[in-house]
């Protein structure tokens, strides 16, 4: 069983700092792009960051210059670095990764996400 499991969220005023993790876990063959994304309350699913196999990485317009993305591939795991926190950051923050799992000969490619981990951020 594959799991994805975020760790890091929490409450911080605006101008401070959080860092998520997000680990995988479980018969994972390869692990190809990992991302966060993120959900305000009302509103739709939107994507933060993400990095491909290769260290690749890519960002929303809203989050540039203030959070960065990476990666441990010895540990299987994803970070985001928030810095310069705003309160429009505030939401469930998701990981998500695009896994094969299984073996060399039998293996199924598909996106897996986490569980979400609150960021909240005051003014």
């Known amino acids: 069983q594959v799991q994805l499991v975020e760790s890091g969220g929490g409450l911080v005023q605006a101008g401070g700092s959080l860092r998520l993790s997000c680990a995988a876990s479980?018969?994972?063959?390869?692990?190809?792009?990992m991302g966060w994304y993120r959900q305000a309350p009302g509103k739709q699913r939107e994507l933060v960051a993400t990095?491909?196999?290769?260290?690749?990485?890519n960002y929303a317009d809203s989050v540039k210059g203030r959070f960065t993305i990476s990666r441990d591939n010895a540990k299987n795991t994803v970070y985001l670095q928030m810095n310069s926190l705003k309160p429009e950051d505030t939401g469930v923050y998701y990981c998500a990764a695009d896994l094969v799992i299984g073996t060399f000969l039998r293996n199924t490619r598909r996106d897996y996400w986490g569980q979400g981990t609150q960021v909240t951020v005051s003014s």
């Open positions: 479980g018969s994972i063959f390869v692990i190809n792009s």
């Open positions: 990095v491909t196999s290769g260290s690749s990485t």
